[in-house]
Nanobody, 118 residues
Framework: QLQASGGGLVQPGGSLRLSCVAS????????MAWYRQAPGKQRELVTT???????TYANSVLGRFAISRDNAKNTVYLQMNNLKPEDTAVYYC??????????????WGQGTLVTVSS
């Protein structure tokens, strides 16, 4: 249902843009989000965006990361700027998706690895 892409190796201070496309029978998508899990750590919430475009960010990425979505394409993006080594993690997209207008279920993408290193 969710396919993430765009990860890779980048130097400190660099930028990457992640994408996540929702597919299948979709009537509505509510909140979309990005999480990340660094080696040896728990998965943490990075950022969210509602269907109306309202966003939230973890303090650690505020001012550096930007989430956006294209509702026509069922896609959420994560623009990551001024990347730091501590941003190294597997990034997962997450979304509340409904095949009807009345109920949604929570789905996870497969994860895409972001490595920040010189």
């Amino acid at each position: 249902q969710l396919q993430a892409s765009g990860g890779g190796l980048v130097q400190p201070g660099g930028s990457l843009r992640l994408s996540c496309v929702a597919s299948g029978r979709i009537a509505r998508i509510n909140t979309m989000a990005w999480y990340r899990q660094a080696p040896g750590k728990q998965r943490e919430l990075v950022t969210t965006v509602t269907s109306g475009g309202r966003t939230t960010y973890a303090n650690s990425v505020l001012g550096r990361f930007a989430i956006s979505r294209d509702n026509a394409k069922n896609t959420v993006y994560l623009q990551m700027n001024n990347l730091k080594p501590e941003d190294t993690a597997v990034y997962y997209c997450n979304a509340d998706i409904g095949s009807t207008l009345y109920i949604t279920y929570n789905y996870w993408g497969q994860g895409t690895l972001v490595t920040v290193s010189s």
